[in-house]
């Protein structure tokens, strides 16, 4: 997160002279908020005046919710997510959404219980009585909208920073310790005291320091997209003229009313029902667009194979009735110099969204079209400034914070290559994680070779004298029978080199983890895996010898949650593992076989799947690709279909011919209760027919 820059240095590097006109227009905003909702007419405010939702009635201006979220943003930006970050909110269903201490109460009552904390907040911080926001129960619902709005009458006690996790990441980056669990506005004050005991920062305004926080040490994981301006780029000179990025949907009205993926996939069902049900994937991109940010990058395209530009989001989601069509609206500053054909189709853009592998961006940003790069942009710089793939960057995350992480999913969901992709990055080779497969698998098979990472499978029969020590046949002895050595196990040499090598990071891959008997393996070692345990010594049991987890190693394990689920692991196990789910991924199949959209049958099967069965027996995108990329010939499914899934389904439903037939509908025989067998053609026309009946919305 930090790129290699301290604190110190980067401060010294930041231009605050170019920042007098963003000074003047927060204050110009900050007076705008204090004339329309001056302190001391809040006792009094009306919920109409609060709320978003209600519509504007003539002459009375934007509510307060409306004018911190979308007419303040030169104070601070508390855009993105759900209107839930108000803490009652009129839905576009006719009911009101009130925040959980408030819930069961009359909208009036729930204002007047909001209104009063409030004014209670406003007048302790007036007094000078930061530990009374503490008791402000209701406030802690909406942390973003309430710290912006202490900032903005307040600017002297708060600094313009909203976001906990962003305030949390930046108080240790700045050597403090940051405390779960207390109110936003707390970390707020921890995060300003912390900034004025710093003599870098002397002189500097709230402003100054904001900025310089979100330009060298932005806490947000990004992930760039590839939007699609209309069917075949039909509205994309309107987008690269105004400045923007649109998509379709509209029948949905405003994104931000939607508080889950859930809740706006049910609404996709509404107006767009389909025979296997909504689409969760299409939802959680919505959301994704909608929660875009000011910096992030965009990748326009028609078709699969050609860029009409890169972009920065400018600003943030809007929902805009007055277009004509496609009403969902981002800004974005486009760069066409970047348009250009594609060497080859990138199959996962045939839907309007997909993500943009870091590297390949890297190499659309590094080029002109006509030319093989652009003027003096070095590719592997490019390629440096992106930041590392969001799920790689959540293994490092969960490793940093608790020392040890099990990634769990169904099978096929790239469990070990996202680990093994982790050990990349930890062992410096994050430029290979964009690579095709030979480049990094050549890059694997060196790292392996090496001294910091190691991989091992477990199975029932491995034990604690393969894992830490034990006595063992020495193959060396020369004299009758059978001679015993004690010989140290697979985790005890990797902490022995972690321990002689105190400035690098060991990492040990523990492939099927689930399959191991852990307590065994681990015995007394499971206590010295957390982190505050580190280089505390205990004797061996079998040696007697001393022996401590150095700090500088971390365990990455798989499992699959179809063979045995993570309640079933020891407790004391679970306690000691950051645990994070590894799904399938309908975007890496995105692509076409013939008429079926493979994507949408993926989704569809995998949506019967964990209604019929649970989500854990779901299959994962692997089944679906060949040499990482998805199938593209109906040969392929075929082999894939009858071959890999239908023998795994077979396996899941336990010869229970009903269960099949829930799940594969009019491709199990009614009578016998065996799937059917047909030729490739006829069964990619089968599998259309029976899993997709058209995902709604535009296509690239």
């Known amino acids: 997160m930090t790129n290699g820059v301290d604190v110190r240095t980067a401060a010294a590097e930041f231009d605050r002279t170019g920042l007098a006109d963003v000074e003047t227009a927060a204050e110009d905003e900050r007076k705008q908020v204090l004339s329309q909702f001056p302190l001391e007419e809040w006792a009094e405010l009306p919920l109409e005046r609060y709320a978003l939702g209600q519509g504007t009635p003539p002459g009375s201006g934007p509510t307060y919710c409306r004018l911190m979220e979308f007419g303040t943003p030169h104070l601070g930006s508390i855009k993105g997510g759900s209107a839930a970050k108000h803490i009652m909110y009129h839905h576009n269903s006719g009911e009101w959404r009130l925040a959980a201490p408030l819930r069961g109460m009359d909208p009036q009552d729930a204002w007047t219980e909001l209104r009063g904390q409030f004014v209670r907040a406003f007048e302790a911080v007036g007094a000078g009585d930061f530990e009374a926001l503490d008791d402000l129960e209701v406030l802690r619902c909406g942390p973003t909208l309430v710290t912006k709005s202490l900032a903005t009458y307040f600017p002297q006690h708060f600094l313009p920073v909203y976001a906990t996790e962003h305030m949390r990441t930046f108080v240790t980056l700045l050597g403090g310790e940051a405390q779960a669990g207390v109110p936003a506005a707390r970390t707020n004050r921890q995060l300003r005291e912390l900034v004025r005991g710093l003599e870098e920062f002397e002189g500097w305004t709230g402003q100054e320091v904001m900025r310089f926080l979100y330009k ?133 853009w045939r839907s309007t969204f997909a993500k943009v592998d870091p590297s390949l961006f890297a190499r659309l940003a590094a080029r002109d079209a006509g030319s093989d790069s652009a003027p003096g942009v070095d590719p592997a710089q490019a390629a440096a400034s992106i930041a590392l793939p969001e799920d790689v960057q959540a293994v490092l995350d969960a490793l940093e914070r608790k020392g040890q992480v099990i990634l769990h999913g169904p099978p096929g969901t790239g469990k070990t290559r996202l680990a093994l992709g982790a050990a990349l990055a930890l062992d410096g080779r994050a430029d290979v994680l964009g690579a095709d497969a030979g480049q990094r698998a050549e890059a694997q098979a060196e790292m392996l070779h090496g001294d910091r990472v190691r991989v091992v499978t477990f199975h029932p029969s491995y034990g604690y004298e393969d894992f830490v ?46 399959r191991g008997d852990l307590p065994r393996i681990f015995g007394e070692l499971i206590t010295l895996l957390e982190l505050d345990k580190r280089n505390l010594p205990v004797a061996l049991p079998v040696s007697k010898r001393r022996f401590s987890v150095p700090p500088n190693v971390r365990i990455v394990g798989t499992m699959n949650t179809a063979d045995r689920s993570i309640s079933h692991l020891d407790a004391a196990v679970r306690r000691r593992f950051a645990f994070l789910p590894v799904g399938p991924d309908p975007d890496a199949v995105s692509g076409t076989v013939g008429p079926l959209d493979l994507a949408a049958f993926f989704e569809s099967l995998n949506s019967r799947i964990a209604r019929h069965l649970d989500a854990d027996h779901q299959i994962g995108h692997a089944y679906l690709l060949r040499d990482g990329e998805p199938i593209a010939t109906e040969e392929d499914l075929a082999a894939a279909f009858h071959h890999e899934i239908i023998p795994l389904l077979e396996d899941y439903c336990l010869g229970r011919a009903e269960l099949l037939h829930s799940i594969l509908g009019r491709l199990v025989d009614a009578d016998t209760g065996r799937p059917l067998h047909m030729p490739p053609q006829d069964l990619t026309d089968a599998l259309a027919t029976e899993f997709t009946s058209g995902v709604p919305g535009p296509d690239a």
């Open 216 to 348: 060298y040490f932005n806490p947000r994981q990004r992930t760039i997209w590839k939007v699609a301006p209309g069917e075949r780029g039909r509205l994309w000179d309107e987008c690269r003229d105004g400045g923007f990025i649109c998509v379709g949907w509209d029948e949905l009205g405003d994104l931000g009313q939607y508080q889950s993926d859930t809740e706006l996939q049910q609404a996709l069902d509404a107006h767009w029902p389909r025979s296997s049900g909504g689409s969760l994937t299409l939802a959680r991109r919505l959301l994704a667009f909608r929660d875009l940010e000011a910096g992030d990058r965009i990748v326009a395209n028609r078709g699969m194979d050609e860029v009409l530009a890169t972009g920065r989001v400018d600003g943030s989601y809007r929902y805009d009735p007055d277009r004509a069509e496609f009403h969902h609206v981002v800004p974005v500053v486009w760069d066409p110099s970047h348009a250009q054909k594609l060497p080859k189709p990138q199959h996962g």
């Open 469 to 514: 020590e034990g006595f063992k046949p020495d193959l060396s002895a020369t004299g009758p029978g059978l001679t015993l050595a004690l010989a140290d196990g697979l985790f005890h040499d990797l902490c022995g080199r972690a321990a002689a090598h105190p400035d690098q990071t060991f990492l040990l891959v523990v492939d099927e983890i689930n």
